[in-house]
């Protein structure tokens, strides 16, 4: 069955560009979250929508990026003016209602993206 | 969010049991306890969650005492595959995942 994915797989763009990353997540998946990962570290949370509705963006890092999500599917999220510490693995996971008893998030690929 | 403390690395050979224990004594009550396990270039893979006690599914076990401020991840004899970095996690199933360094489990033939 079809699973999270994520466009594009990697991204190379210069600093000072707006780039957009798109998530498509598991179909009936209500809840989505997106994370960054640094070269060796774990995994950092950035915004979390239930529905089309984010309830959560505490975890964005600066008003330079933004993030939205439509029909209650396909997210996106835009990192404008772009800096080399934006360099990062950019995942997206979604999971089928955070109410249920089993929190299952089901992770993307990732979007590779790389600020020159 | 309760933080959580795990060795950085284990090292293992196939067909063991590798145990990975997880530290979090900030736990709060409603927390449950969740294990994700990473392979390069992948994003991670949802293992087990438990509340308290022992859970089992067909990968692995989960064993949490009655004090709830540790957990132990049991992966029962591991093979190659099972090289990867192992994290726990613990919060409400409602929040954000909170990830750490996790811990790197290399298995050696």
């Known amino acids: 069955g079809a699973g999270v994915s994520q466009s594009p797989s990697n991204k190379v763009t210069e600093k000072g560009k707006d780039v957009e990353l798109r998530c498509d997540p598991i179909?009936?998946?209500?809840?989505l979250y997106w994370y960054r990962q640094s070269l060796g570290q774990g995994l950092e949370f950035l915004i979390y929508?239930?529905?089309?509705?984010?309830?959560?963006k505490s975890g964005l890092p600066s008003d330079r990026f933004s993030a939205e999500r439509t029909g209650g599917s396909v997210s996106t999220l835009t990192i404008q003016r772009t800096q080399q510490e934006d360099s990062a693995v950019y995942l997206c996971?979604?999971?089928?209602?955070?109410?249920?008893?089993?929190?299952?998030?089901?992770f993307g690929p990732g979007t590779r993206l790389t600020v020159l | 969010l309760a933080k959580t403390t795990q060795p950085i690395s284990m090292d293992s050979y196939e067909g063991q049991e590798v145990n990975i224990t997880c530290s979090h004594n900030n736990i709060a009550t409603n927390d449950y306890i969740t294990w994700y396990q990473q392979f390069p270039s992948q994003g991670p893979r949802f293992i087990i969650q438990g509340y308290k006690t022992k859970v089992t599914n067909e990968v692995a076990s989960l064993f949490i005492p009655a004090d709830r401020k540790s957990s132990t991840l049991s992966l029962p004899r591991v093979s190659l595959s099972d090289t990867a970095v192992y994290y726990c996690l613990v919060g409400l199933n409602t929040d954000k995942l909170i990830f750490g360094t996790g811990t790197r489990l290399q298995v050696f033939p």
């Open positions: 179909s009936g998946h209500t809840a």
């Open positions: 929508f239930q529905g089309n509705s984010a309830p959560d």
């Open positions: 996971a979604s999971s089928l209602d955070p109410g249920f008893d089993i929190n299952e998030q089901f």
